[in-house]
């Protein structure tokens, strides 16, 4: 089971629906995407609730005054069966510099930005715009 793919539905599926909040099974990776989301402007904030199990990862979605959602789309580039990496030379530019891509690296996870700025490649997780 792709956990980032799973994660980037529920915040899709939530912003279509205009929900403020969507719930997902908490993670490092997971918060580290969200963390990012939140730094580049897609979302508001997130909050995870410890249980007796994995917890509880609460996303709080961004809209402007209209309703309409932070993001246009949320693309998993990279899944289980079909890996893709690049090098820092090939990281893409997202819809002209608007979007962001998010990239796994040997130093974490951090946006395309980053990493070219650091000569790192890795995973292409997925592209916000």
Partial sequence: ??????MLTVIRNGSAAKLEKVDLPASKVRENVAKILISEGFA????VARDSKQGIMRVYL???EVGNPGFTNLQKVSTPG???YVQ???IPVVRSGTGQSIISTSKGIMTGKDAKANHLGGELLCLVW
Avoid: L
């Avoid at 508001?44 to 909050?47: A, F, G």
């Fill in 88 to 90: 820092a030379t090939e």
């Fill in 82 to 84: 079909r890996r893709v």
């Fill in 1 to 6: 089971m792709d956990h980032i793919a799973t």
């Fill in 44 to 47: 508001r904030s997130y909050k």
């Fill in 62 to 64: 961004k809209y402007d």
